[in-house]
């Protein structure tokens, strides 16, 4: 990995390396994208640490060839839009954000699910403003709220995108039904799902995707830094690489699938750059067997 850390120095955009995926048909992005959840404060409420920190991140990201950032209402509530647009606008040609609605937040670390078609108006409304945007690129309902039909949410998606305040829909935490459903009513572009090496649970919704050409965004790709504990076999694979657990994570993810699209979050700037630097780190098949056989599916 010495010449990543060059390039690294040199400022050349390195998430280039990861190649492209076309959501939604039009939208372009490097499929090493960045999310934008932990540049809130604890419990992903109020502000950061240090918000120059946070905004020091989100350009740094743009610096290195990230064009996709994955963001929430819900995150803070508020503040991680709030900073991305500080940090990023008027936005660079070609920068993708995407955003989420479908959540409460009473406290830290505290997540209500609220469908509402009202609340979810509302949740696009609040996003516009404080991204700046007339218009929301990728709009991700956050859950589907069994508490309110199915139908009331994704047509409530429908209607924004419509009114011309969405471009493209996506969800998260759905099943391969859910998603057929959903489908009948709108296009559905991207699925946002927890997956990583460690945790293969959506392992069919990643196939359907894979079939139907909509972006996989897999959120907790990295579980929580289990892929780098002291007892992981990832290690083994990452030392024989000459990188780290975490870099062999994320590059397992995108050889894994062409529409995979890894979203890690980080507040620092020198973990962004060694995340970064996975776009480059190639796997060959007897390792992605390796790691598959040794990591196991949930």
């Not at 490097?30 to 932990?38: H, I």
């Given at each position: 990995?010495?010449?990543?850390?060059?390039?690294?120095?040199?400022?050349?955009?390195?998430?280039?390396?990861?190649?492209?995926f076309p959501i939604g048909g039009d939208l372009r992005v490097t499929r090493l994208g960045f999310g934008a959840m932990r540049i809130t404060g604890d419990g992903i409420w109020g502000e950061p640490a240090d918000r120059a920190s946070a905004i020091r991140v989100l350009r740094r990201a743009v610096e290195l060839g990230i064009n996709f950032i994955d963001t929430a209402d819900s995150y803070g509530p508020g503040?991680?839009?709030?900073?991305?647009?500080?940090?990023?606008?008027?936005?660079?040609?070609?920068?993708?954000?995407?955003?989420?609605?479908?959540?409460?937040?009473?406290?830290?670390?505290?997540?209500?699910?609220?469908?509402?078609?009202?609340?979810?108006?509302?949740?696009?409304?609040?996003?516009?403003?404080?991204?700046?945007?007339?218009?929301?690129?990728?709009?991700?309902?956050?859950?589907?709220?069994?508490?309110?039909?199915?139908?009331?949410?994704?047509?409530?998606?429908?209607?924004?995108?419509?009114?011309?305040?969405?471009?493209?829909?996506?969800?998260?935490?759905?099943?391969?039904?859910?998603?057929?459903?959903?489908?009948?009513?709108?296009?559905?572009?991207?699925?946002?799902?927890?997956?990583?090496?460690?945790?293969?649970?959506?392992?069919?919704?990643?196939?359907?995707?894979?079939?139907?050409?909509?972006?996989?965004?897999?959120?907790?790709?990295?579980?929580?830094?289990?892929?780098?504990?002291?007892?992981?076999?990832?290690?083994?694979?990452?030392?024989?690489?000459?990188?780290?657990?975490?870099?062999?994570?994320?590059?397992?993810?995108?050889?894994?699938?062409?529409?995979?699209?890894?979203?890690?979050?980080?507040?620092?700037?020198?973990?962004?750059?060694?995340?970064?630097?996975?776009?480059?780190?190639?796997?060959?098949?007897?390792?992605?067997?390796?790691?598959?056989?040794?990591?196991?599916?949930?």
């Amino acid at each position: 990995m010495q010449n990543h850390k060059s390039e690294l120095q040199q400022g050349h955009a390195l998430a280039e390396k990861a190649g492209e995926f076309p959501i939604g048909g039009d939208l372009r992005v490097t499929r090493l994208g960045f999310g934008a959840m932990r540049i809130t404060g604890d419990g992903i409420w109020g502000e950061p640490a240090d918000r120059a920190s946070a905004i020091r991140v989100l350009r740094r990201a743009v610096e290195l060839g990230i064009n996709f950032i994955d963001t929430a209402d819900s995150y803070g509530p508020g503040v991680s839009e709030e900073i991305i647009a500080e940090a990023l606008y008027p936005y660079p040609a070609g920068l993708v954000i995407a955003t989420k609605g479908g959540f409460l937040r009473p406290g830290p670390n505290k997540w209500v699910e609220n469908g509402k078609p009202e609340h979810l108006k509302s949740a696009c409304e609040g996003s516009l403003r404080r991204l700046r945007l007339d218009r929301i690129d990728l709009y991700q309902l956050h859950r589907i709220d069994s508490k309110v039909p199915a139908d009331d949410q994704i047509g409530t998606l429908k209607d924004l995108q419509a009114q011309g305040k969405i471009k493209h829909i996506g969800l998260s935490e759905v099943n391969v039904r859910q998603i057929r459903h959903a489908r009948t009513m709108v296009p559905i572009v991207s699925v946002q799902n927890r997956y990583s090496v460690t945790d293969r649970g959506s392992e069919d919704v990643l196939e359907f995707c894979e079939k139907e050409n909509i972006g996989f965004i897999p959120w907790f790709p990295l579980a929580a830094g289990r892929v780098s504990g002291a007892d992981s076999p990832i290690r083994h694979v990452a030392q024989q690489l000459e990188a780290t657990p975490s870099q062999v994570a994320l590059a397992w993810l995108l050889a894994r699938s062409p529409v995979m699209l890894p979203i890690p979050g980080t507040s620092r700037v020198e973990h962004l750059e060694e995340n970064v630097a996975a776009a480059g780190l190639q796997i060959d098949a007897k390792k992605m067997q390796e790691l598959s056989r040794m990591a196991g599916a949930r």
